[in-house]
């Protein structure tokens, strides 16, 4: 059974940092590639970050380019979502997706990230 477990979103304050993690299970990231998706209230979900299977590409949003990071740590099947500068726009809840090709993706449960002083 695929699983992706999304967790350590939280509360922080504008200019503060969290670290995001989506532990994939019933799926290897040698295969896979992983995106990190967002939505606010109201809002459509847009994607955030990705990462290749092979993890020698990255991709990002324009309003997080320079600020978040995406790793991934096949070892322990995780891949990660360094998010430093947060600003309140980036308030959402944050969601993990894998993907490849000629297969239906997979999406996590989400995680919760909201900015305010």
């Known amino acids: 059974q695929v699983q992706l477990v999304e967790s350590g979103g939280g509360l922080v304050q504008p200019g503060g940092s969290l670290r995001l993690s989506c532990a994939a299970s019933?799926?290897?990231?040698?295969?896979?590639?992983i995106g990190w998706f967002r939505q606010a209230p109201g809002k459509e979900r847009e994607g955030v970050s990705c990462?290749?299977?092979?993890?020698?590409?990255?991709e990002y949003a324009d309003s997080v380019k320079g600020r978040f990071t995406i790793s991934s740590d096949k070892a322990k099947n995780t891949v990660y979502l360094q998010m430093n500068s947060l600003k309140p726009e980036d308030t959402a809840v944050y969601y993990c997706k894998g993907e490849r090709p000629f297969d239906l993706p997979y999406w996590g449960q989400g995680t919760q990230v909201t900015v305010s002083p």
């Open positions: 019933g799926l290897s990231l040698d295969y896979y590639a």
């Open positions: 990462i290749s299977n092979s993890g020698g590409t990255t």
